[in-house]
């Protein structure tokens, strides 16, 4: 690790003090400090990695839900595994795409990859957390997708392509990158997704051209678009929150917020659980 990588971490890890720190002044320390930490992934620019970026519509849905949001930038298997022991819950959020390879599929000519710094560590990451069976986790958009991939299961690498009659709106007219779009989506009946809505039918906004293809062993499929898209997936241990949607819950917070309520409520779970330990 180079030293402009150190000193970026240093300034993230300031940064995560200083939010504690505003909360405590906002709910007292005892408050802020049994709020659940939720780590967050980050994303990287493209080009040259010189900055890190995560919208701050997924932080400010953990601390609605009343969590601690704490960003984690592209680091080796070990700092994996040194975070992942301090906090109580992971929230993988969206991005480009991953590298069709890792899934053993040949690239379409419509996938646009992220910045491999960060597609490596995000499977490692998500490799790491499925293996944490205690761990809750949210994966939205790209990280519904990642978790999957980390699985063993794969993706259908371009929706229009493959979906070519489908009149879904799964992004803006003028495509993923540029907006989201609003459509249904059919929740299972027995999922915990249906009973985390209290309703089958949800509206959504969503802004992806990929999406889940054949699923992992230990997830299934429990909604789906009009045009039979996947939309969302959850583990079948009963006893774990762990699950990824497809679209962007965070950019409706108002008709989406249950969802982050549940991630935090179960990483509060298992902050009390491994306090008696």
Not at 89 to 116: C, F, N, R, S, W
Not at 153 to 161: A, F, K, N, T
Not at 162 to 170: N, Q, W
């Amino acid at each position: 690790m180079n030293l402009r990588d150190r000193m970026l971490i240093v300034k993230i890890m300031v940064a995560a003090v200083v939010s504690l720190g505003s909360l405590q002044a906002c709910f007292g320390a005892e408050s802020a400090q049994s709020r659940p930490i939720i780590l967050i992934n980050t994303d990287l620019e493209k080009a040259d990695a010189k900055s890190l970026s995560v919208p701050y519509a997924y932080a400010r849905a953990v601390i609605k839900a009343g969590g601690i949001p704490l960003l984690m930038p592209p680091q080796d298997g070990e700092a994996i595994d040194a975070m992942l022991d301090r906090v109580d819950g992971l929230l993988l959020i969206g991005g480009a795409d991953y590298p069709p390879e890792v899934y053993k599929q040949e690239a379409h000519q419509k996938t646009v990859l992220m910045h491999k710094d960060r597609s490596d560590f995000d499977l490692a990451l998500a490799k790491k957390a499925l293996g944490r069976k205690d761990l809750p986790v949210l994966g939205i958009c790209a990280g519904c997708q990642v978790l999957n991939i980390a699985d063993g299961g794969d993706l259908v690498q371009d929706i229009p392509s493959a979906f070519a009659e489908s009149r879904v709106s799964h992004s803006s007219k003028s495509g993923w990158q540029s907006g989201s779009g609003t459509h249904g989506v059919k929740l299972d009946a027995g999922s915990k997704l249906a009973q985390i809505y209290k309703k089958q039918d949800h509206e959504v906004r969503s802004s992806h051209h990929q999406c889940v293809g054949c699923v992992g062993d230990d997830f299934r499929v429990v909604a789906k678009a009009d045009d039979g898209v996947s939309e969302a997936i959850e583990g079948k241990d009963p006893e774990r929150f762990l699950m990824g949607v497809q679209w962007h819950p965070e950019k409706d917070l108002d008709n989406n917020l249950a969802l982050f309520e549940k991630l935090v409520e179960s990483a509060r779970m298992r902050q009390q659980q491994r306090s008696l330990r």
